[in-house]
């Protein structure tokens, strides 16, 4: 099992970054696929990216909206997963969430793939 704190969120300007923090403890963390959700107010979560475990050589993957704006990072030695926001918008303000799942190779696909989950952190891009 496998513990997750998520940080960093903030109030940013559009156009802005923030980096976002997700720490783990507990089990190997070399063996879990981490993946970043976010959830607007009034809206469904959604998976943002998500990086594979080290054995799938911490192959990485995006959701279209993130695709050229934001990129995720693995230190398996401070057990972080880390999730570089740039060129933020307004509809990117949302509670961001980090997860975990036993399962190789990372996917965007399905949220049951990630038992663990951390508490969330809010990003809010607004002038």
């Known amino acids: 099992e496998v513990q997750l704190q998520a940080s960093g969120g903030g109030l940013v300007q559009p156009g802005g970054s923030l980096r976002l923090s997700c720490a783990a403890s507990?089990?190997?963390?070399?063996?879990?696929?981490i993946a970043w959700f976010r959830q607007a107010p009034g809206k469904e979560r959604e998976a943002v990216s998500c990086?594979?475990?080290?054995?799938?050589?911490?192959?990485?993957t995006y959701a279209d909206f993130a695709k050229g704006r934001f990129t995720i990072a693995r230190d398996n030695s401070k057990r972080t997963v880390d999730l570089q926001l740039t060129r933020l918008k307004p509809e990117d303000t949302a509670v961001y969430y980090c997860?975990?799942?036993?399962?190789?190779?990372?996917?965007?696909?399905?949220?049951?793939?990630?038992?663990?989950w951390g508490q969330g952190t809010l990003v809010t891009v607004s002038s």
């Open positions: 507990g089990s190997t963390f070399d063996d879990y696929a």
């Open positions: 990086i594979s475990s080290r054995s799938r050589n911490d192959h990485v």
């Open positions: 997860a975990a799942g036993q399962i190789g190779f990372c996917t965007l696909g399905s949220r049951t793939a990630y038992p663990y």
